[in-house]
């Protein structure tokens, strides 16, 4: 799986099918936790590009809550992208759709932690700064 350190504070990873995807993300939460212990401060928020899978299993999802767990005791984001109807659907089963972060795309996940927009609280993606 390639992680991209798209800049000092933002991790892309771009995860494959099984067998790569329990062994990329155990990779992932290990370099993650790694700089943890190092000090909270260099830990990334991490986009999670699904673009390449086609299905989850409980395991992966389980190492997904893991990677949340550790960025949200460090008041980072993660935010899932490029998810199909079958990975959508397995979200929506377990609950999940409420509980992590989502986008279309990896730009979109981009703008949003840029420009520090959490959809989970808009769902309706408009902000209430228009005027009427």
Do not use: Y
């Amino acid at each position: 799986m390639p992680i991209k350190s798209w800049s000092e504070t933002i991790t892309i990873a771009e995860l494959s099918d099984e067998p790569m995807f329990s062994e990329d993300m155990d990779s992932l939460v290990d370099r993650i936790d790694e700089i943890r212990h190092e000090g909270d401060a260099g830990v990334p928020d991490v986009i999670i590009d699904l673009s390449q899978v086609g299905t989850v299993n409980s395991s992966n999802l389980g190492s997904l809550l893991r990677l949340r767990k550790i960025l949200d005791a460090t008041n980072r984001r993660m935010i899932i992208c490029s998810i199909g109807d079958t990975i959508w659907s397995a979200m929506i089963a377990t609950g999940l759709d409420r509980i992590f972060s989502f986008a279309s795309d990896v730009t979109t996940a981009l703008a949003e932690i840029q420009l520090g927009i959490d959809l989970k609280d808009d769902p309706g993606g408009e902000s209430e700064t228009a005027e009427g």
